[in-house]
């Protein structure tokens, strides 16, 4: 099993002193990030389009081994209903093929209003292309159950495990790999983990039968996220 551990996201002038060290100039972030992790995942690419000459950038200052994996575009999972995004889809794939090897999975957020719907799911996962690595996560508690996962694994699309103070925590795979998102287990983007919190998570992700593990830590508000990411991975990898 391949673990892909890190943050979503890398530009947090926070992060300075505590974890970007104070002589490390901010255009060399992603570079600095990129020898303390193997994996980050881009929000930016929920709010607006990047520019296929921005991804080539950020592939040429990042470790060879390193993954991006990309949030997909709002105007598909916010903005319209998703199974009528079709252009909008085939757009941020089109763009994202620029990162060529680097580029790891696509994760599309669905928004806490859409309550389950087995058909609307179905429809959107058809706009899918399957030569992506597909992932969808859920904020609304009816969509975490068997007959979704089921859809899912049929669909050959991964779920998205989530550690959140409200939304159940499940960790599961429905593909060949699993992703996991750690945005606080007592508060939203603000809660620090506990290393028994760490460690019950990561056996469950090591009883998970995948090929891959992708795990982001979103509790950035506070600067946790790269210390938690870092505790996971040291844990992660003891065995």
């Known amino acids: 099993m391949k673990y892909f551990v890190g943050c979503s996201g890398w530009k947090y002038d926070h992060w300075k002193g505590s974890f970007y060290p104070e002589d490390v100039a901010k255009k060399r972030w992603l570079t600095y990030y990129s020898s ?7 929000n930016a690419t929920f709010y607006g389009s990047m520019k296929e000459k921005t ?26 209903k998703p199974e009528e995004a079709g252009d909008s889809v085939e757009k ?36 899918l292309d399957n030569s992506f690595r597909n992932v969808i996560e859920f904020r ?41 998102r750690f945005h606080g287990s007592k508060s939203w983007y603000r809660s620090e983990y506990d ?8 056996e469950k992700i090591k009883d998970l039968n995948v090929d891959e593990v992708y795990c982001y830590f979103n509790n950035d508000a506070e600067g946790y996220a790269p210390h938690d990411a870092q505790k996971l991975k040291e844990i992660l990898e003891e065995n």
């Open 195 to 202: 290393e028994d919190e760490l460690k019950s998570y990561a």
């Open 140 to 180: 609304h508690s009816s969509w975490f159950d068997d007959d979704v996962y089921s859809l899912l694994k049929d669909e050959k699309i991964g779920f998205c495990s989530i550690s959140t103070p409200d939304l159940p925590d499940i960790i599961t795979a429905t593909t060949n790999f699993a992703y996991v």
């Open 55 to 80: 991804f080539r950038k950020w592939y040429d200052s990042t470790e060879d081994n390193f993954i991006f994996t990309l949030k997909g575009s709002r105007f598909v999972t916010h903005r319209k």
């Open 36 to 42: 303390q992790f193997n994996t980050v995942e881009v």
């Open 92 to 127: 941020f794939y089109n763009r994202s093929k620029a990162l060529d090897d680097k580029l790891g999975c696509i994760l599309w957020q669905l928004k806490p209003s859409f309550k389950k719907d087995l058909e609307r799911l179905k429809t959107f996962c058809d706009l």
